[in-house]
């Protein structure tokens, strides 16, 4: 059991065919707090998708028309890549360290690293239909999950069970083992489909209300509206957040990929909300400080950083702890982890994965105690991956 003391100044930690490559490696992110305003980037052409990816530090921004794919970094809060597509027929998701693409004009699956922002493999999909929708969580490594349509004698389109991809080989894999797939209760669910997307699994950014309301007018200063801040365990709202005013809309087939919800984004490790007001040509940048609603309910205590939950035999694994306290002294201990695991005095972790490790799964808890105040406990599991 490995016990270290941060001390905490003004409640934050200090912290310090193409061929396919073989091994998907994570980042370690580290976010830079906004301190802007609002403000908005100006696209040259009108969205057609967006994806939020390398565990919530870039959204994949997807414009049909010019065939482009844009990244927008919240450290830099501008644009800072532009990736040209083969096909104007594209499908994007972002995954914690990479894009993938499928070009349905060609019915071929690509990988693109978040690190070079370069295509580093192509393979063709073994599937003779229409892909019709990718998923995968923006700090995942996989595997992808397509939805597909197999195109049958007469030309119609039937539904089939979803395929599976691994990130590294771009090959087929079977579906994950069920008690790898988180299960939601149905109040969760429902819950979620209220929701936009946060970067924090702990906390949750509303959808705005009454979108099919014609007479839906800005509640915010300028041309904004106001959404709540929640926590999910329990729920509670917190407070409110600024976004572009959505305005009335009648919803096109085009919002069936790009979803109301995947124009509201919650960064609290930036303070930043992330909104794409119709008719869909720019992203506006509202600051929110996170900490500035917890210290009206004090004391409080934020584990702000969201590790990587995979690993692989023969690599190193590091996970930076970062926090946001209302006391000034946090206790770190390493309460439960695979053997070989170790924790630094500023909270780092790594592990060294051996070849030889037997189990699929290792499991991590870090308890942290404030001075003065109660525990709480950070909990994941680590999959652990042959490279």
Known sequence: MLTVSLILFSG?????????????????????????????LKLPAEITDVSLAGQ??????????????????VNEVRIIKNLAMATDDALIVGGAAEMLVVNRSQNLLERWSLGTFQREAVKLLPIRGEVTRLELSFDSCGPLKLTWKEVRSDLTLRGNPDRYFDLQTLEEVAAPEPHLVQKLSKEEQEFNRKMGICSHP????????????????????????????????????????????????????????FTVRKRIYFIPQADQVLSIPFPSDRLHVSRL??????????PYLVVSSVPSKVCWRGQEWQYQLQLESSADDVSVELSAAPEGMQITESAKLTWRVPEDHQADQ????????????????????????DQ
Do not use: W
């Open 12 to 40: 934050s930690l200090l912290s310090a065919q193409e061929s396919v490559t073989s091994t998907v490696s994570v980042p370690s992110i580290e976010f830079r707090k906004y301190q802007g305003g609002h403000q908005d």
């Open 56 to 73: 919530g530090r870039y959204l994949l921004i997807y414009m049909q028309s010019l065939r482009r794919v844009s990244v927008y970094d």
């Open 202 to 257: 702990d906390y949750a950014i509303s959808l705005p209300l009454r979108l099919d309301d014609k007479k839906r007018f800005p509640t915010g200063e300028g041309n904004t509206e106001h959404v709540s801040i929640f926590t999910r365990k329990p729920v509670k709202q917190l407070g409110y957040a600024e976004i572009a005013f959505m305005e009335h809309q009648d919803y096109s087939p085009l919002e069936r990929l």
């Open 289 to 298: 400080a996170l900490r500035k609603l917890l210290e009206k309910e004090p």
């Open 362 to 385: 290792a499991f991590v808890i870090l308890t942290l105690t404030p001075r003065g105040g109660k525990a709480k406990f950070q909990k994941f599991p680590l999959e652990v991956r």
